[in-house]
Nanobody, 125 residues
Framework: VQLQASGGGLVQAGGAMRLSCAAS????????MSWFRQAPGKEREFVAGIRRSGNNRDYSDSVKGRFTISRDIAKNTVYLQMNSLNPEDTAVYFC???????????????????WGQGTLVTVSS
């Protein structure tokens, strides 16, 4: 199983960026897929997630209304569209896949079975 995250880079505050997470060795239809991030000196935090049904999505309060998680079943890829970026969004972003049951919150990072290598997003002020 491999989760290949890409799309990170440098962007100015107020800008937008789209991250991709291409999965191989598993079908994203069978897993909850989420994005987490870790800023320097901070713990990893949940950003956005989508249940395997595709119907339920959840976002952290800090990104709600600015970020959108989506998936393309045919490409077996999950995306994170990030708008109105600010310097506080600077972090390494990781995608994760897990067989979460409905009672398990998407935010529970220990519930995920597979993690990508991360992609760095830097937002300049």
């Amino acid at each position: 199983v491999q989760l290949q995250a890409s799309g990170g880079g440098l962007v100015q505050a107020g800008g937008a960026m789209r991250l991709s997470c291409a999965a191989s060795g598993l079908s994203i239809q069978s897993y909850a897929m989420s994005w987490f991030r870790q800023a320097p000196g901070k713990e990893r935090e949940f950003v956005a997630g989508i249940r395997r049904s595709g119907n339920n999505r959840d976002y952290s309060d800090s990104v709600k209304g600015r970020f959108t998680i989506s998936r393309d079943i045919a490409k077996n890829t999950v995306y994170l569209q990030m708008n109105s970026l600010n310097p506080e969004d600077t972090a390494v972003y990781f995608c994760a896949a897990g067989r979460l049951i409905l009672s398990t919150p998407l935010q529970q990072n220990e519930a995920y079975n597979y993690w990508g290598q991360g992609t760095l997003v830097t937002v300049s002020s």
